[in-house]
């Protein structure tokens, strides 16, 4: 099946720190890819949707300024959490599917876990 | 507002028993709706994929149904192994390929 990376898999920062996590789709093109977050024991929370060249969308209560994202090709979207506090904590993980697929099917990577200090 | 249910309680049985799990939503209209498997700290993995107007699906130990008068899914993995042990979650979605996770339901297989 098609595999999704993203990097990287664990980061630790100093609360007022930004950082970057990338996801890769690694052996096909993906116009659309989808962020996530999930806290433990809870669901996966769909943050927002990144679309290759235009502008992402984000979910209701998403702030778009704190988590930037960049989806510059078509196998390579970021997202940055800028100025991060303890309480941006979680699991993030995205999520692609190929460019003209109709089978629905979402390929996930491995996840980030972020620890914010 | 939109809403799956997922038993938060842990599912535990036998090995070889066949594991049922449900997924029940409100609010939804889902054009299909889809089975994955999680383990721990791991991105979400898919299992299986059917649509509103299919009654059943099934691929090798797995079996799901999908009842949208009920507004039901289940999930079914006959003969279960102890490596069957993990977090299912059911997510459906409309034709945009946005999906609405459950929270899950953690399987335990003993041996």
Redesign the interface.
Known sequence: ?AV?S?HPSRVICKSGTSVKIECRSLDFQAT?M?W?RQFP??????MA?SNEGSKATYEQGVEKDKFLINHASLTLSTLTVTSAHPEDSS?Y?C?A?PSGGA?????????S?LTVL | SQK?EQNSEALNIQEGKTATLTCNYTNYSP??L?W?RQDP??????LL?IRENEKEKRKERLKVTFDTTLKQSLFHITASQPADSATY?CAL?DSS????????TRLLVRP
């Open positions: 099946g999704v993203q659309t989808f996530y024991k809870q669901s996966l929370m769909l949707t699991f993980i999520s599917t089978t629905g099917e979402l390929f996930f990577g491995e996840g876990r | 799956i054009a299909y889809q994955y700290g791991r991105g979400p993995v898919f994929l979650l979605a390929y946005k999906l609405i996770f459950g929270s899950g």
